[in-house]
């Protein structure tokens, strides 16, 4: 049992707050993401539940033990870094079995280092020196390291971050079946937006040491609890145009959309992803502006316009064609709207 309990923990040096009250049970064999922009908090948080630094308050507990006052060492969790931390003069198969021998563990070394260096495909490489390796098998190399001693709880910061965008999305796939495969609770850092959806059982989006939304992706992505969630998850981020609602009508600029499912009435932010609108023919749609930009995007084109003092993007067939100030039409319907305060930025019921 590896249960992660975070206890209203937070961080603060001096009265700069790295992490505020961050309360979450994470549970056992769970892959929980930690995402959110540079400096919100998430390596701190990650650090705290390694060991690496001590929160300010609050608890942490790993499966039934309070773990606040234990030593790195002792609270059996295994880290990736996005820098491999590798040791240069050591082989693979020497990397890999050093925490064995350091934690002396006892059984069979060689059958628990080739187990581990298979389930990263590694073992023709296990007597080639770091130096001789790619990034990828680097940082497989880094995960065998991980997963050899088979620990509670692996606490995974930006493992990919270094590697080409080819190779990412490839080790990604790799790290999702891997994580299938092994069933151990998993703590995962990533700005990366695509990284946490796809690995992810749960999301948390933090933002300035404040988590925003927990969540499984679909939720995240389909009831964004608030304007930054909105336009973090996506690509492209969620439209967002500031205008006045009254009776179920939202406009601004060059935008009605009718028949809004909200008692709301006043300023308003009303948001859709650019793949759930549609180009209308000629004017029928409910907003109406001349193309801002065109982009081919392989599968489909994105088409763009300038509204409601924001740039607003819809996902076309790939077949569209047209010219940058040619009017176009956009349906945008009711159903598929969110709408969020306008001061708060929170999500309106
Ligand atoms: P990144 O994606 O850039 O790694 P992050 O979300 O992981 O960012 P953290 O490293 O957790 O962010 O840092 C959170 C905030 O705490 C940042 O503003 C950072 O500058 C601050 N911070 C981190 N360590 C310290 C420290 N030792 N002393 C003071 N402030 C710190």
């Given at each position: 049992m590896a249960e992660i309990k975070l206890a209203n923990i937070t961080k603060r040096w001096g009265s700069f707050v790295g992490v505020q009250s961050f309360d979450l049970t994470?549970?056992?064999?769970?892959?929980?993401?930690?995402?959110?922009?540079s400096g919100c908090g998430k390596t701190t948080t990650m650090r705290m539940i390694a060991g690496l630094e001590d929160p300010t308050e609050g608890e942490i507990h790993i499966g039934d033990r309070v773990v606040n006052d234990l030593d790195p060492k002792d609270r059996d969790v295994a880290m990736v870094f996005q820098s491999y931390g590798l040791y240069p003069n050591m082989d693979v198969y020497e990397n890999i079995r050093f925490p064995l021998k350091v934690r002396k563990v006892e059984g069979d070394h060689d059958a628990m280092v080739r187990r581990a260096a298979e389930m990263v495909e590694l073992t023709e490489f296990l007597h080639r020196k770091p130096a001789?390796?790619?990034?990828?098998?680097?940082?497989?190399?880094?995960?065998?390291?991980?997963?050899?001693?088979?620990?509670?709880?692996?606490?995974?910061?930006?493992?990919?971050?270094?590697?080409?965008?080819?190779?990412?999305?490839?080790?990604?796939a790799q790290l999702?079946?891997?994580?299938?495969?092994?069933?151990?609770?998993?703590?995962?850092?990533?700005?990366?937006?695509?990284?946490?959806?796809?690995?992810?059982?749960?999301?948390?989006?933090?933002?300035k040491g404040i988590v925003q939304q927990v969540g499984t992706p679909t939720e995240i992505y389909d009831?964004?609890?608030?304007?930054?969630?909105?336009?973090?998850?996506?690509?492209?981020?969620?439209?967002?145009?500031?205008?006045?609602?009254?009776?179920?009508?939202?406009?601004?600029?060059?935008?009605?959309?009718g028949g809004l499912d909200t008692a709301h009435s006043g300023p308003a932010i009303l948001g859709f992803r650019a793949e759930d609108a549609a180009v209308a023919p000629d004017g029928a749609g409910q907003i109406t502006a001349p193309i801002y930009s065109l982009e081919l995007l392989g599968d489909a084109v994105m088409v763009t316009v300038r509204t409601g003092g924001a740039l607003v993007a819809v996902k076309a067939d790939k077949d569209y064609r047209a010219n940058?100030?040619?009017?176009?039409?956009?349906?945008?319907?009711?159903?598929?709207?969110?709408?969020?305060?306008?001061?708060?930025?929170e999500r309106l019921a």
């Open positions: 994470i549970e056992d064999k769970e892959f929980l993401v930690l995402l959110g922009p001789a390796l790619s990034g990828g098998q680097r940082q497989r190399v880094a995960l065998a390291r991980a997963i050899v001693r088979q620990p509670q709880v692996f606490l995974m910061d930006e493992p990919l971050s270094n590697l080409d965008a080819k190779l990412r999305v490839s080790t990604r999702k079946n891997l994580s299938h495969e092994l069933q151990v609770t998993t703590i995962y850092v990533t700005h990366d937006q695509i990284e946490a959806m796809t690995l992810a059982d749960r999301v948390v989006v933090m933002e009831n964004p609890a608030n304007t930054f969630v909105a336009s973090f998850i996506g690509s492209p981020a969620m439209n967002l145009m500031e205008g006045q609602i009254e009776g179920g009508v939202f406009r601004c600029d060059h935008v009605e959309i940058i100030g040619d009017p176009v039409s956009f349906s945008v319907p009711a159903s598929i709207c969110h709408l969020f305060d306008q001061g708060s930025g």
